[in-house]
C-alpha cells in the first residue's frame, strides 16, 4: 500500500492511522468492521472511498466528525485532535466536518424547506440574520431558488430536491470538510449528473475538502482526485483515480469494477493497442481510441 | 404467438384523480407482455416508471383503461390474489419487505401465506435459496446480511410464491458492484428458465440485459425496441438526459469522427472486438 500523497504540500486534515471498530462490543454478536484503516484527506482535495457493501466505509467516515470514536486501536486525528480524547471539543470538529448520511431525505423533519436549513444555524446559536445569511448561501449552492422554495412543504418535494435540501442543511454549518455517503445512489441520471456538478462546484469555487464515498465507479472517476480501496475493513489501496482505475484485475479482487470505458482501454491495451488507459471520462477514452486507429 | 401475459389498453393513471388538479403519472400506455420477455424500464424520476410497475399486479388500478394479466382485469377484486400470485414485485429497499428474523422463515412467509401444504413450502425454500445462492446462510438473521444478500433473500421469497412474472423496481439501486452482478446474474438465470420480467433501472448497462427496452418520459412510453435499436439513438437519449452506457457512447463518438467505425455497439467486449479489428485492418503489413 503506497501513501500517494505526491508531494503536494497539501496539509492533512483528517488522518486515520491503522484504525480498528468492532460494533457490538463485549457482547457474543461482536462483529469487527475495522481491522486497520489507514488514509489521509489532503485540504483541498476530493478522496473517494470505495469498497463492496461491509468493508467499513460508513464506519470509516462516521470517525471523521466523531460520531464514532476510537475505542479499540488505532487512532483518529482530525484537525491535528485525537477522537479518542474524552476531553475534546466535538462542537467545534463537527462544525468544520460536516456529514452528509445515506438517504439523507430521511433525516428532513421541518415542515418548510427554510425552517429546515435553518435549523443547524440557529443551534449554533447565530442570530435570525446570520441564520437567514447561511440558508441563502446553502440554498444557492445546492441550485435551489430561495424564494421559490423556503416556504415549501419539505415533503411534497421530490425526492432529488429533498437531498438537496438535506445537504444545504449541513453546508449552512460551513464546514471545511464536506463528507458525502453514497449520497449519488438512487438518484435518477439527471439528479445524479447534478449533484456531481454541484460537488465539484463547491470544491472549485469554495476551496471545500470532498470526503465521497460512492458504489458507483463512473461518479468516482468523475468527481474525485484520489481513491482509498477499503476491504473487509481494511485500506488495501491508496493512490490518484487514473492509477487505481487502470489496475482492474486488483479491484476485481476486492469487488470492485473499474468503469467500462476503462475495461476496455485495459483490453485494448493487452491486446496490444498504443493506448493509455488512465482516463476518466469517455472523451478522453475516445482520444486514446482515436490516436491509435488514425497514426 | 402466444397471448400476452399481460396487456395494458389505453391506461392513464391519475394521483389525486378527481380534485381540480389531478397529477397524471401515465398517459396512455398500450402495452403488451410476452412469456419470457425480459423487459428493461428506464426514465427520470417521475416519468412514471414505478406507477407502471404497480399497475401490474394490482397495487394500482388505472384511472382510465384497463390492465389485464393472463385475461384477469385487475380492477376485478376477487381476482386480485391470483394476479398477485402471477405477477412478484421486489422493491428498492430489501429491508421493506423482508418481514422474519431467520433468512428460510422470511422466504417460507410468501407460500405460508398462499395456503401451500407444510413440505411443498420446505421444497420451495430450498429452491428459491438454492437458485439466489443463500443456502449457506438460510439460518441466519437477515439484518446481518450484506446489501446484496438481503435484495437476493427478497428475490427467494417472490420466488417461493412461483410467479409467472417478476417486477423489479429498482432492485439494484443501492447495491456495491458485486450486489449488482449477484442480482442480475440470478435475474438473468430466471429469466432464462421462463420466468417474464419487468425490471425498472437507472443503469443503462443493466438495460442492455433486456430484449426489450422502454424509455418513459413525462408519463408516457417515448422510446420503446431492443437495446440495440433504443440505446443507437444517442442523440435523441441526450435531448432526455438520459445516459448512454459507455460502450455505445465511446463507438457513437468514434463512428462521428469516422464513418467507418461501427455505432450501435452495447458491451465492452463488442466495443474491444470492432476496435482490434479496425486496427489489424489499417496497420501496415
Known sequence: MSIDVGGTGREPLIELRSLEHAYLRGTPLETPALRGITLRVLRGEALGIIGRSGSGKSTTVQHMNGLLRPIARGQALVYGQDMADPGLDIRTIRQKVGLVFQHPEDQLFERLVGDDVAFGPLRMGLTLDEARDRVRWAMDAVGLDLAAFKDRFTFSLSGGEMRKVAIAGVLALKPEVLVLDESTSGLDPRGRRELLALMRRWKEREGLTIVFVSCNMEDIAALVDRVCVLDQGRSVLEGQVREVFSRPAELQQYGLNAPQITEILVELKERGLDVDPRCSNVAEAEEQVWKTLST | ?285
Request: net charge negative; glycine share 8%; aromatic share 4%.
Open chain 2, 1 to 285: 404467438m402466444a397471448d400476452p401475459i399481460i396487456r395494458l389498453d389505453g391506461v392513464s393513471f391519475g394521483y389525486n384523480a378527481g380534485s381540480p388538479d389531478p397529477h397524471l403519472a401515465l398517459r396512455d400506455i398500450n402495452l403488451q407482455i410476452w412469456p419470457g420477455d425480459y423487459v428493461v424500464i428506464v426514465g427520470h424520476n417521475g416519468s412514471g416508471k414505478s406507477t407502471l410497475a404497480k399497475l401490474l399486479n394490482a397495487l394500482l388500478q388505472p384511472t382510465v383503461g384497463d390492465v389485464w394479466v393472463e385475461e384477469m382485469n385487475t380492477r376485478n377484486q376477487r381476482q386480485i390474489p391470483a394476479i398477485r400470485s402471477t405477477v412478484g414485485m421486489v422493491f428498492q429497499v430489501p429491508d421493506n419487505q423482508i418481514v422474519a428474523t431467520v433468512v428460510e422463515e422470511d422466504v417460507a412467509f410468501g407460500p405460508e401465506n398462499l395456503g401451500v401444504p407444510r413440505a411443498e413450502i420446505r421444497l420451495r425454500v430450498d429452491a428459491a435459496l438454492d437458485a439466489v445462492g443463500l443456502t449457506e446462510k438460510r439460518q441466519r438473521p437477515p439484518h446481518l446480511l450484506s446489501a446484496g444478500e438481503k435484495q437476493r433473500v427478497a428475490i427467494a421469497g417472490v420466488i417461493a410464491m412461483r410467479p409467472r412474472v417478476m417486477v423489479l423496481d429498482e432492485a439494484t439501486a443501492y447495491l456495491d458492484p458485486q450486489g449488482r452482478s449477484q442480482v442480475l446474474d440470478v435475474i438473468r438465470q430466471l429469466n432464462r428458465s421462463g420466468m417474464t420480467v419487468v425490471a425498472i433501472t437507472h443503469f443503462m448497462h443493466e438495460a442492455v440485459e433486456g430484449n426489450r427496452v422502454l424509455v418513459m418520459e413525462k408519463s408516457r412510453i417515448v422510446l420503446e425496441g431492443t437495446p440495440r435499436d433504443v440505446f443507437g439513438q444517442v442523440e435523441r437519449l441526450r435531448e432526455l438526459q438520459l445516459d448512454v452506457p459507455q460502450p455505445t457512447d465511446l463507438a457513437y463518438r468514434l463512428h462521428q469522427r469516422w464513418s467507418g467505425f461501427p455505432e450501435g455497439l452495447l458491451t465492452v467486449p463488442e466495443v474491444v472486438e470492432e476496435t482490434v479489428k479496425l486496427w489489424q485492418r489499417m496497420r501496415p503489413a
